[in-house]
């Protein structure tokens, strides 16, 4: 019999076979791990609206609603409620304020004065394309 130094076919394709699942798990896992970063920095930005627009609500002034690509050149509430320096945030790329889905646009400016924006297809906690913010609670999910 003859020894045989080396590998054969069968076991390079397995090897190779093997090291493509790894990586495929592994940048399916980096994936989520982003949509997740990116949904908690939209949030955090979110946070400092909240707090402007109850701010507004508290002193019974107008929430102006923010455009779908705002900038963060517009102010929260609208002139004459004495808080007209609170803008709305701008939000991380692919995002965007929601003045009509999942709520209506007059909920800027009830009582609970929640408001909701598009995450870009990043699922939230709660797992929906959106993210709900409540003045009320003063958080978004």
Wanted: contains cysteine; hydrophobic residues 40%; charged residues 10%.
């Amino acid at each position: 019999m003859q020894n045989k130094k080396g590998f054969t076919l069968i076991e390079i394709l397995v090897v190779i076979a093997i090291i493509v699942i790894l990586a495929t798990v592994t940048l399916l896992l980096l994936n989520t791990t982003t949509s997740k970063g990116n949904v908690s920095s939209a949030s955090t930005t979110l946070k400092s609206a909240v707090l402007a627009v109850a701010a507004c609500k508290t002193v019974n002034g107008t929430v102006r609603t923010p455009l779908n690509t705002e900038t963060g050149a517009n102010s929260v509430c609208l002139a004459g409620a004495g808080l007209g320096n609170a803008n709305w945030p701008t939000l991380p790329t692919g995002y965007a304020y929601n003045a009509g889905a999942p709520a209506p646009a007059s909920t800027y400016d009830s009582i609970s004065c929640s408001f909701s924006v598009s995450t870009n297809g990043d699922m939230t906690p709660a797992g929906h394309t959106y993210l709900t913010c409540s003045c009320a609670s003063q958080k978004c999910e």
